[in-house]
């Protein structure tokens, strides 16, 4: 922690200036079309250096606001502007819930079965920006060469090349974590689910950002245990003071978060909320299970850290996948447990004896092979490009009063309706129309965000999908009048 | 079941057969070494026809009795009779009981990772007797091929090619499943943990066959449900009128069994003793969760049926997969949950989201392209005489007292230590001296058994393995002194 302040320090820097930019936009003072100070004249009056201004301008085209003209400088994006306004803070009632989203998950799930259907709903990239052939080949290679050892049971807690390159990229996160720590798990849902059970038990209440993903949700669901709804900002992630009432009100077994560009909201948590969140828990000796599958696809320049990085009580369990950045279908994620470590790897074995030997060997490779970070640069590229575009056709077509967020990573939309749109409608009349979109019910343990959809922007943008997006649009509006 | 009933009577012809020449080699009427009734003058004896009798031979022979010599006949196994007795049929008490049996499983499991381990414990078969070049090189191939289906979610239900292949194997079982009944899994582990979790619940009573398979009872314990041991025997399995009274004694929320090949008795339970099973439990609409991972590996000359052929009520949960025939390591197996499908495919998606792409099209390949009939017959033949091997080599280097079971199928011997002998003891000892062997006590929710050791024969014999078996009958005649 101590070498990581320098860093910190300037990340505070060029997000300054890019919050002072974004202020000047947001006022019009900068306005759609026009040029801004030049990189040279910025660090001059702000007093930073050059990269810090880069940095900050990278950021501001990476959250849509400005753009650069080749040997011409930045300017204000001209459909910056038309961007609505912001999904305000959750505000869940407080009280625990038993989890009931199963059905509505099916159908959504279900239609990513059918390769007709726009797929809009489930979160997953396209395999047009994920390293396909790249990693198919490797897989090959590495079962041409494997032997009997891809025939056998790759026991808990799994494959220790895998092992090293995982401790060796949760440095970038931030965190020191040894390769014996870590169990890998057939993705990042089974590592949760581990994770989960390792730390409480059926009747135990988990608190939960929300919106949440719908499978943490279902797992809870399944699991019997009860979901305490923290109220949560689009931009912030989950509302500490909230949380810390909620500690104090209810016995919670334990907070699963996502700190990282929380699904759907794209939230990312600043660091002091991070060290103030690990420090919280730890005083109540809580354990906080943190889903960081999308903390590779930062739009910002830097990788954010995990809150495990602030943690020194072994209470954080970090859950990840290489679902998002790699390969969702080969099904290789990992849990770095803390002081759970030899509860989650017996839970493991129980669950599913072990994790395939060979995707986890490729996926190692993969790793080792050095393409991984060359991968990433592209990847959060394409989605912060695509995001970026679904957002102005969102604008574009969807009736007025609808809100949209500004993810600062990750690749989906979370869509307000204008009040009293009903989200299921529009999620059913969509499917009918072969169009999947995700109903904002289901990423609530009370099934609340009645006129909220999610837009998975995993796909590149293409004539069918903008006709998709704007056939939503129009089914919101109707919906609306 | 009409058309199956000519294929059981024949069954049952040759099983007579067999049973006659199996009493009067006990009975000393032939003696060690001593030729047997060629099969001409058997058929015309036992008035069967001359395949009955070949058959019936074979049954022998994989059951270690006879031994053929080419162009001479059939002779008693000089070193048959040296076996011990079989042990006798297991009287649990009778009462549902809460599972405590982790430690100890982790200690035998752990010892896998540790390639100088001679490996006795854990019940795996080794690539060696696995079809790993063919496999592997078919993996290679769907890998070079699969491009971008290999990166998606291949959500639940799971591969399409593969379900279609196992519903068409499921014709030799006795059973006609639709592949869309189909839910494919990581591993038979994973496909046992859904049924379990479809059909009941936390507080929840499965009565269970005992001993059993360690990983049944961690499951169950770590579901916080009860288990209730029925009465098993060696042979036959089960115990149907233990069952029948506990039925009547208990609320059984369900049944989980094995009836071909339970582990680690190698139980074969009569197709008539199967059909009573699933008449007895459909009455009551208690669903059976049938574990069939062993039923490819019988050592007589037919696949025996699984119970789920008799079940005309949906209510029995098929469950296997290809970790005990083809790779361990592919984690493929499958559940077909009758009239549970729906909530089986969600619990799937809640579990791990969707089983790895590839190793479903790899394993789909292999059984397409016509190897696997073949590579069973050879798997077969191997394991038979490696069981046949290591229970000869126990019954030379174990205590008098020693008693040992009679396979029907599958590749582990459960061996009974003379009484007061510690199993527990003779499992660390071994350790300590680098073999794995897994003690009695893991394989029941009381654990009992404390005079028991299950031997794993997945591995060829070798003089490794010969001296590993000497040691551990040195050991168990230590502790039985």
Known sequence: MEAARPLALERKLYEDVAERVALLIEQKTLRPGERIPSVRAMSAQ?????????????????????????QSGHYVRVRARELPAEPRMSRPPTSTTRVTVSDLVARVYGAT?????????????????????RLNRLMAQVARRAGRRAMAYDAPPGCPELRRQIARRALTAGCTIAPDEIVTTSGAMEALHLALRAVADAGDTIA??????????QLIETLGMRALEIPTHPRDGLHLDALETALKQFRVKAVLATPNFNNPLGSLMPDAHKARLVQLLGRREV?????????DLHFGPERPRAARAFDRDGLVLLCASFSKTIAPGYRVGWCAPGRFRERVERLKFMH????????????????????????LRALRRNLAAQVRRYAEAVSEHFPRGTRLTRPAGGFVLWVELPAGVSALEVHSRALSRGISVAPG?????????????RVNCGHP????????????????????T
């Open 461 to 480: 943008w293409s004539d069918e999908i903008s006709r998709a997006v704007a056939t939503l649009g129009r089914l919101a509006a109707e919906a609306a």
């Open 113 to 133: 079965r059918d390769p007709h259907i726009v797929p809009l709903g489930a979160a997953y990239p396209s395999a047009d920006v994920l390293p396909t052939e």
């Open 287 to 295: 354990p906080l299970i943190e889903d960081d599958i999308y903390g």
């Open 46 to 70: 702000q007093r930073v250096s050059v990269s810090t201004v880069l940095q900050a301008y990278l950021l501001l085209e990476n959250r849509g606001l400005i753009e650069t003209r080749p």
């Open 208 to 217: 939960i950002e929300t919106p949440t993903y719908y499978g943490v949700l």
């Open 352 to 375: 599913s004896v072990a994790t395939a030997t060979l995707p986890q060997m490729a996926i190692a490779a993969f790793l080792d092979q050095g393409g991984y970070d060359r991968h």
């Open 441 to 453: 019910p289901i990423f609530s343990a009370k099934q609340r965000f009645a006129n909220f959809v």
